[in-house]
């Protein structure tokens, strides 16, 4: 373990990650709770970790929710998530 941090990318990381933390903590906390909103509105666990690889933008994640749980309208999707 002294081997990696004696290295300069070791050392780097090592400066770096108390400076993460926060950051980590805010997107864990957001993930957690997209979580919780999906399961309360009926979806498996499988739906929000596939939509979080695949969507880009954290809000509108959300706003997904109720994009499925409505009727198809795909031209309101597309300015709801533009």
Do not use: C, D, H
């Amino acid at each position: 373990m002294q081997k990696i941090f004696s290295s300069r990318s070791g050392r780097a990381f090592k400066a770096a990650f108390p400076f993460t933390l926060p950051i980590f903590a805010g997107f864990w906390f957001l993930g957690l709770t997209y979580g919780v909103y999906m399961n309360a509105a009926g979806f498996s666990w499988i739906y929000p970790a596939m939509m979080s690889l695949t969507i880009f933008a954290g809000s509108v994640e959300f706003i997904t929710v109720n994009l499925l749980l409505g009727s198809f309208n795909p031209a309101q999707a597309f300015v709801l998530a533009f």
